[in-house]
């Protein structure tokens, strides 16, 4: 029979399942158009142990191992989904950053904003960094620095938000200036091509 304290550990899964892991899942899964198959896993493996607590002739140390295992199984999806965040966010990223560098972003705050930008670029990556190289011996210090990662590409996704008319102004320029070049080139063309025609008819 579950104790007071175990009963509360187990909940303490469902809850944190419903006001994190649920959200944080649904997001991957819309982005990526499927539920990652070893996430499946995981969860199944999480609600297993946890379902075996509640068989009527289980000991304590047999209920105390299933909750240890099925609180393990939990900080890996939780683990897991974090990566499968920066990897969507970090790719997102990079399609951001390879269409809008061509754009002379450093008129916009005196290129602070572009600043800001690459150096919270460099922190995401560096707590992703640590995140696995410390994933191994200290798992909680992992999950910290993935949270930390994913906040870093947050605030890059809120400053490209509160500036999207400023980005666009300067997207829009580079375009009038190009196509201004264009034509002017075009009509050099042109005029050239008239010049050398008169001038062989002379």
Avoid at 36 to 62: A, M, N, T, W
Avoid at 171 to 177: A, S, V
Avoid at 184 to 200: K, M, P
Wanted: aromatic share 14%; charged share 35%; glycine share 2%.
């Amino acid at each position: 029979m579950l104790s007071e304290e175990q009963r509360q550990r187990i909940e303490g899964l469902y809850i944190e399942y419903q006001q994190e892991i649920k959200l944080l899942m649904f997001y991957v899964e819309s982005k990526y158009h499927k539920f990652p198959r070893g996430q499946l896993k995981e969860f199944r493996d999480v609600f297993d142990h946890i379902s075996r607590c509640y068989v009527s002739d289980i000991s304590d140390d047999k209920i105390e191992e299933n909750i240890l295992k099925a609180e393990n199984h939990f900080t890996r999806i939780k683990l897991d989904t974090y990566k499968y965040l920066h990897d969507y966010k970090s790719q997102e990223y990079d399609i951001w950053k390879k269409k809008y560098s061509k754009y002379d972003m450093e008129r916009i705050h005196d290129g602070q904003l572009w600043v800001d930008i690459l150096e919270l670029e460099d922190e995401a990556e560096d707590f992703f960094d640590k995140a696995r190289k410390v994933e191994q011996t200290d798992i909680n210090k992992a999950f910290e620095y993935l949270q930390e990662s994913t906040a870093r590409y947050a605030d890059i996704d809120e400053i490209i938000s509160s500036n999207r008319e400023l980005i666009v102004k300067v997207k829009w320029k580079h375009r009038i200036i190009f196509m201004a070049e264009t034509g002017v080139a075009f009509v050099i063309g042109v005029i050239a091509s008239l010049v050398a025609t008169w001038i062989l008819q002379l």
